[in-house]
């Protein structure tokens, strides 16, 4: 059961988590996959399709470049639409983690 609950939280907050990671600056996907597996666990596995749908929903944009060591990178950066989806998401986030701490808070 705890595992049940942290997968799902992964899961509902994987959206936010790559749109964090690209309001930095543009990155590629295993540096994405890299990035999200030291911060929350989520595996690389999880990130492609993810990126496609943010791709198909205008939120992030793509660029190939020519690497050295291996096949071109696919680059990510956020949008216009992609910041502004970002910024009312964490806001969201926020309102909702408070609202839920101060449920836990209240029970102690």
Known sequence: MVDS??????KGA?????????S????YGYEIAST???AVGMGEGTIYPLMRRMQ???????RLVESSSG??????????????????HRSDWRSFTA???KLLEDLS
């Open 5 to 10: 609950i942290q997968i799902q939280l992964r």
């Open 14 to 22: 994987l959206d936010l988590c790559v749109l964090a990671v690209l």
């Open 24 to 27: 930095r600056g543009e990155s």
């Open 36 to 38: 999200l597996v030291a």
């Open 56 to 62: 198909n929903d205008g939120l992030v944009a793509t």
């Open 71 to 88: 096949p071109p990178r696919k680059y990510y950066r956020l949008t216009p639409l992609g910041e502004t989806v970002f910024e009312a």
């Open 99 to 101: 609202a839920v701490d």
